[in-house]
């Protein structure tokens, strides 16, 4: 398999997992402003969306979409039990991640771009911060998103939550999210796919 992405993007996330599910693959890095690959090639070519994460799989098929790339990796290790396999605990686990991926992760999208007009930076910080005020009232009352196992929805929380710095927000003002943020940080997946991003 061959992971597409940008250092410290959303892609991290499925590459925190493919290490956790100690699954072998490549990774290929996109940059930002080009969109090509280290190669030189247009990664278009692969991913026409333009953006990371895409995963290649053996056989030349391509997924794209972070909650998607995220369900594939958790079924193709099973044993590593990184989503709840069926029922409704996957459905609450599908939930986390639908909702990172909608409400937080794209909340952060326009706070990023240079042609966001200003008066729309305070406004979509506020929401942010709302959207994180309803994820610290859980994690107050339990150690993971999904109770007291730990999830790749974890993961993906940590990831976005990442960007908090860029956008001088401190993830201290969400205590738990903090606690939290650390917590996730201990794993050595997390610590090895940092490392490889060359992100802290
Ligand atoms: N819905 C997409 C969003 C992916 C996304 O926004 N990726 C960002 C990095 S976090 C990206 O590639 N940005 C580059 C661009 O938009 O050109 C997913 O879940 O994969």
Not at 10 to 36: G, K
Not at 119 to 132: I, M, N, S, T, Y
Request: charged share 25%; net charge negative; aromatic share 8%.
């Amino acid at each position: 398999m061959k992971l597409y992405f940008m250092p410290g993007a959303c892609s991290l996330a499925p590459h925190i997992a493919m290490c956790e599910a100690a699954l072998e693959f490549d990774l290929v890095e996109v940059d930002y402003q080009t969109c090509r690959m280290d190669c030189g090639s247009d990664y278009r070519a692969i991913n026409p969306k333009g953006t990371v994460p895409a995963l290649q799989l053996a056989d030349g098929e391509v997924l794209t979409e972070v909650p998607v790339i995220l369900q594939f990796l958790a079924d193709e290790a099973l044993d590593a039990e990184l989503l709840p396999a069926s029922g409704l605990r996957r459905l609450r686990a599908l939930e986390w991640l639908n909702f990172i991926a909608t409400e937080i992760h794209k909340s952060f999208s326009p706070l990023f771009r240079p042609t966001t007009p200003d008066d729309f930076l305070q406004p979509g910080k506020a929401q942010l911060r709302g959207r994180l005020a309803f994820v610290e009232r859980h994690l107050s009352r339990h150690a993971y998103l999904m109770g007291d196992d730990f999830s790749l929805a974890d993961v993906y929380l940590f990831t976005v939550c990442r960007w908090l710095v860029d956008q001088n927000m401190s993830i201290a003002d969400w205590p738990a999210l903090h606690r939290h943020s650390a917590r996730i940080r201990l794993r050595p997946s997390v610590r090895k796919a940092l490392d490889r991003e060359g992100c802290t």
